[in-house]
């Protein structure tokens, strides 16, 4: 476990759920990735992410499906794209990830709490 956090911390932290809209492979990526575009509602909009999780998703597997973001992080260059939100997963038993959803459908933009 690391360092304990306040709740404040916690709070400083944006993470909002959104549903993949396009999700296309990304080839120039050092590790294999995907290229996410990901419909936060109308406060956020949509925003791009690229995600590592090739071993349990394909393109059309993803499309409509609701993920966990992180959306006040800043910008990262990941080759020739800004990824602009941290897509949220966990590790399976090989270390994979594994997307983070809500297990029913709710409205994009929902804040975390």
Do not use: C, W
């Amino acid at each position: 476990m690391t360092d304990q956090a306040t709740y404040a911390d916690f709070e400083r932290i944006d993470i909002r759920i959104g549903t993949i809209v396009d999700a296309q492979p990304f080839p120039e990526a050092r590790k294999p990735a995907l290229k996410l575009q990901i419909d936060f509602g109308p406060e956020i909009g949509r925003r791009a992410s690229s995600a590592q999780i090739t071993r349990h998703y394909t393109p059309e597997t993803l499309i409509g499906r609701q993920v966990l973001a992180v959306v006040n992080f800043p910008p990262r260059q990941i080759g020739p794209m800004q990824s602009q939100v941290l897509t949220l997963g966990v590790p399976d038993a090989a270390g994979e990830v594994v997307l983070i959803g809500p297990d029913q459908p709710v409205p994009d933009g929902g804040r975390l709490f």
